[in-house]
């Protein structure tokens, strides 16, 4: 099965983010806290995810 043309060779899943060690948030409400940073890349991780998948549906590997 040939690779369609707009699928890179090199297309890897997404990474997901790292969540904050408990130590890193200092409880004082800071703006943007470590968690609103996470949170914000987390969205961003499964937005890319959903579009990687629907690159790759059907493509067996």
Known sequence: MSTPKN????DPPP??????APEECCNSGCIPCVY???NEALDNY???LKAWK?????KSG
Do not use: K, L, N, S
Request: no cysteine; charged share 35%.
């Open 7 to 10: 699928i890179p060779d090199d």
């Open 15 to 20: 990474v997901p983010p790292e969540p904050p």
């Open 36 to 38: 609103d940073v996470y």
């Open 46 to 48: 499964r937005a890319a």
């Open 54 to 58: 629907a690159r790759h549906e059907g």
